[in-house]
């Protein structure tokens, strides 16, 4: 079976552009979360959502940063006005509402700003 | 708020030798905690939780409330355990979300 799936793969924006990144998650799971990774860290959490709304958004660094999930499945992280300390990897998992079951993740998109 | 450590960012053991990453946390409540890895060119992937007590891949992690620790441990280390390993607590309050630490590069020689 499918499992999560993040386009682009690779992007390369300019500074002060806008980008979007997809998340499609694992079909009929209920929470998904985004996550970013810069070279040498682990994955910093940014928001979890629970169905279609947005259950945590603590983690989004400033008000440049917006994530949707309109009809509780793909989701699509947003990023106005880039800056070159967006640069990281965009990491986007899934799983069952419950509790204490694994999060499945996605391959990534990695951001570059220039 | 939860906080985890991973002290050690790269370790180095031989093939066949006893490997043990380090993971402390602080969590008010009761913790839940995992083990993440990462192997080369693929996705973030579980290795095992606290809840369930298993042993995956030979990996145990055993939780010691008294010294906040969940340390992964393997008797005998095998080439294909060369990974990144993630240490993290699941968010307080009721949410799935995870808090990673900043990882372990582990790296066995053979």
């Known amino acids: 079976g499918a499992g999560v799936s993040q386009t682009p793969s690779n992007k390369v924006t300019e500074k002060g552009k806008y980008v979007e990144l997809r998340c499609d998650p694992i079909?009929?799971?209920?929470?998904l979360y985004w996550y970013r990774q810069s070279l040498g860290q682990g994955p910093e959490f940014l928001i979890y959502?629970?169905?279609?709304?947005?259950?945590?958004d603590s983690g989004l660094p400033n008000d440049r940063f917006f994530a949707v999930r309109p009809e509780g499945s793909v989701s699509t992280l947003k990023i106005q006005r880039t800056e070159r300390g967006d640069s990281a990897m965009y990491l986007c998992?899934?799983?069952?509402?419950?509790?204490?079951?694994?999060?499945?993740f996605g391959q990534g998109t990695r951001l570059t700003v220039v | 708020a939860q906080r985890v450590t991973q002290p050690e960012k790269l370790l180095s053991v031989f093939k066949g030798a006893p490997v043990e990453l380090k993971c402390n946390y602080s969590y008010s409540g009761s913790p839940e905690l995992f083990w993440y890895v990462q192997y080369s060119r693929q996705r973030l992937q579980l290795l095992l939780r606290?809840?369930s007590r298993e042993s995956i891949k030979g990996f145990t992690a055993d939780l010691n409330k008294g010294e906040t620790s969940f340390h992964l441990k393997k008797p005998f280390a095998q080439e294909e355990d060369s990974a990144m390993y993630y240490c993290a607590p699941l968010g307080q309050g009721g949410a799935n979300n995870l808090f990673f630490g900043t990882g372990t590069r582990l790296t066995v020689i053979p």
């Open positions: 998992a899934s799983s069952p509402l419950r509790t204490n079951t694994e999060a499945f």
């Open positions: 079909s009929g799971h209920t929470a």
């Open positions: 959502f629970q169905g279609t709304g947005a259950a945590d």
């Open positions: 606290h809840i």
